[in-house]
């Protein structure tokens, strides 16, 4: 069996974390056993505080049911300067041969709304008269880009 994370390279780790746990219905990552901050465990196996970045090291998301990745946000100096190469849809309209598109409109819609309180923002709207897909892209707070279907 093969594991893997999601590292998203960002300038705010925490913030981050913060959105997408609310975006996907992850939860922050508890500390390791023992700590009481990811910053206290990372110091304690050596990371230069040079490297530790701010605040309490809150910057990794699980799945609290145990079926996704684990995503860890990795903070790095430069700014994003050129579109993803990469990007996550947010899976919430349901499928297309058991849900009407006028309900998955509406659950898109729903969920649109939720992230812009969040801190997302909608990029544009894709939805073509006689075609059977609606989606929203959006941004991230750092502005990267992902989809609500």
């Not at 990794?60 to 049911?65: A, L, M, N, Q």
């Not at 649109?112 to 939805?127: I, M, N, P, T």
């Amino acid at each position: 069996m093969v594991s893997y994370q999601l590292v998203i390279d960002c300038a705010n780790p925490e913030r981050m974390a913060r959105f997408w746990a609310d975006a996907l219905r992850y939860k922050l990552e508890p500390p390791p056993d023992g700590f009481d901050t990811w910053r206290a465990y990372w110091r304690s196996i050596g990371v230069p505080e040079d490297e530790l970045g701010e605040g309490d090291g809150n910057d990794s998301i699980v799945d609290p049911e145990g079926r996704g990745p684990r995503i860890w946000f990795q903070q790095v100096p430069e700014g994003k300067v050129v579109k993803n190469r990469f990007h996550l849809d947010v899976l919430v309209g349901g499928k297309r041969d058991e849900t009407p598109l006028e309900t998955r409109r509406a659950r898109v819609d729903a969920e649109v709304e939720r992230l812009v309180k969040a801190g997302a923002s909608v990029v544009r709207v894709h939805s073509q008269p006689g075609a059977d897909h609606y989606a929203v892209a959006m941004l991230d707070p750092e502005g990267n880009e992902f989809d609500v279907v």
